[in-house]
């Protein structure tokens, strides 16, 4: 197994890495995310897969998808977030082809259909809405909506796909595939600090709390920096920071995660108040009530801060994934076929979550984190740890093939 | 002199102007601005004018430069702010060919060498140091920290330079050719609201406020903004808003005009912690003590909130440009031949104080803005203001070249 792994491991190092910051940027639809998509096309010719890309773009490769019943699936994503971390998505990729090579090797053979998928834009990076191609699938996000989202540079996700070869006009819900599948289980980087110092290599997740991101726009008027006195200013600028301070007391207050990552300043000159500052609030907590409390008191905040300063704030729901309780008795089953390791919550979306929610029987398998840090170019699993999670994984699909 | 203006103002309309915004983006040694740069040249062309490059990339097109003396020069820039207007620039520039149409009509001939002048990266909106042609040429500005200044992308000035098939290895003081001269007009639209509403189309500058530009760059923890407890972060955006909310308290504490148009976010994604904000800071203010004291009570409120939030700051003067004053008489002498002007101070940078400061007879003329916005696709002046501006530069213009 180590070889296949580590194989594999060492090809997508390189693949769409920033020299400088030492970090990830495999946006969806890019060249460098397509690099990936062509390297796992490689990977399931190599042991005799069909190879599929669905009607919205995710891509799956089968193996014995002639035999009868429902599909043991596991998959994760190959794009990332700006600056992300190796682990998060392709650990998941790397880690089924590896798991599959374990379990032939093992004399394994299906007794139902397999397949490995890799799911588009999950990190809603580019375009904004994350798990984009697993939203598509359950019907979740209306395709014309999707066709029309635009990335930093104003290009539509349409446009995109099309630049690459794809069709956008085929997007939309994706119903009978799902209702083949009898099992999707993600093995993902563990994103927390759980299980660094336990003896646990690997959890199962068992949750996915409620989160979504919101889009604040503040407008103002541009003007010179120089000679505009502070009364005659409309800036924007303001009313943002006041927002910021804002939103992490609000999370404290209700026991929230929010935190404002992205933000884009127009025209972004030193020396020009600025016309247009756009923040997005990314927001969770165990519980939607206090995620939807959050959201309503920062927004109330935006407001009268924004007519104090003579601005105007608009707001927008890029996202919302309601809180996601996994298939429990299947959690509850594969912490103990791997010996009873932990069952942990999480607060970072997933295609497992989207997916669950949708009727499809759903699981996570966690891979150690020692610092817990992700969604960063310090993001970091130790190669055993990778080594135990294609173990666990490998398992978790031989038990779930021979389920009745 | 209307043709004249109203054709060439009609040739550069269009170039560089952004479709969405209806900004102009002319940032120094982009395409836009050598679009620019060739019109420039073209313009010299037809009035059968010398054209010269000097060492430090600034174009100058030059009339009866075998002409004994020193020479009487006008100009500005041909480079925007991200999204400037129209007429900030471009404007000297154009009324400077139209100031010499209309006094080669009148049957004025040049008794002294006569140059146009178009100076590089005036706004410092792409390598981060304003006046950069002219700091260069006073030897404000140090040649090799000139060819290392980055732009957004980490292209450094030399680079793009030498993309552009300019010798970086040039750059420096050139204390001769600014001997030359006997004195330098700069034509500029208004930025402030001091003509609208009187009878006066055209003002007369006196002095630039002291101003400069430092960056602050606060460092903390890239992470997942799902995953991540807050007690766990080191989120730099809360120190960077908080200062943000403090430099317009210190600004008015003091009289003084601060602003935060430009900040940076780095890996700038919605569900991830930053790790990086960069901000930058412009302030100014009528004398140098407040805006010294204004920069140390800054960096002081950024400090400490840095430590409150685990995060580093970093901090660094990027230009500072100390209180000039024209040439008192000559501002005076100009405003009695415009028939009584206005003289008005300003807020605002321009080469003719960087020339100033270093000993050259420079005086500015401001044409009427109704709003006084700039720096803005919203800048503006009426096309009978700039014809009058016109007329006002080719008044000074002979008289100067007449002067002993």
């Keep these: 197994m180590e070889p296949s792994f580590d194989g594999m491991w060492a090809e ?31 990977q399931a010719a190599a042991r005799g897969m069909g190879l599929e890309r669905d009607r919205n773009g995710n891509l799956w ?59 588009s834009e999950e990190e809603g990076a580019r375009f904004g809405v994350p798990c984009a191609g697993s939203r598509l699938a359950t019907g979740e996000l209306d395709p014309d909506r999707a066709r029309g989202l635009r990335d930093q540079d104003g290009m539509t996700l349409a446009e995109a796909m099309r630049a690459q070869g794809a069709d956008p006009d085929t997007l939309g819900s994706d119903p009978e595939r799902l209702g083949r599948i009898s099992a999707y289980v993600e093995l993902h980087v563990e994103q927390g600090r759980h299980l660094g110092g336990t003896p646990f290599a690997v959890a199962v997740g068992d949750r996915i709390w409620p989160h979504g991101r919101w889009r604040l726009t503040f407008d103002g008027a541009a003007d010179h920096a120089g000679t505009t006195g502070l009364t005659e200013r409309k800036d924007p600028m303001l009313a943002f920071a006041s927002t910021v301070l804002h939103v992490r007391q609000a999370a404290a207050a209700l026991g929230a995660r929010a935190t404002v990552g992205k933000v884009v300043v127009a025209p972004n000159g030193t020396n020009a108040i600025p016309s247009r500052v756009s923040a997005w609030l990314d927001a969770r907590a165990a519980d939607e009530a206090a995620v939807r409390a959050l959201v309503a008191d920062v927004l109330d905040h935006a407001r009268n801060r924004a007519v104090q300063d003579g601005v105007e704030v608009a707001f927008a729901e890029e996202s919302f994934s309601p809180d996601v309780v996994f298939a429990p008795g299947l959690a509850i089953r594969l912490a103990g076929l791997l010996g009873g390791v932990p069952v942990l919550p999480t607060g970072a979306g997933h295609d497992a979550g989207i997916f669950a929610a949708a009727g499809v029987p759903s699981a996570m398998l966690f891979v150690r984190n020692p610092t817990g840090v992700s969604h960063s170019p310090a ?7 990778c080594h135990a999670g294609v173990e666990a994984l490998a398992a978790v699909l031989t038990n779930l093939d021979r389920s009745p």
């Design 379 to 385: 993001e970091h699993a130790e190669t055993a740890d």
């Design 61 to 119: 490769a089968w193996l014995g998808d002639g035999l009868p019943g429902t599909a043991v699936v596991t998959g994760s994503h190959l794009d990332s977030v700006p600056d992300g971390g190796a682990f998060e998505g392709p650990l998941g990729i790397v880690s089924g082809f590896a798991a599959l090579d374990l379990m032939l090797a093992r004399g394994w053979e299906p007794r139902r259909p397999f397949a490995i998928a890799a799911f």
């Design 12 to 42: 997508l190092a390189g693949v769409g890495r920033d020299a400088g910051t030492g970090g990830y940027r495999r946006f969806a639809w890019s060249t460098a995310e397509l690099t990936c998509r062509e390297w796992f096309a490689g």
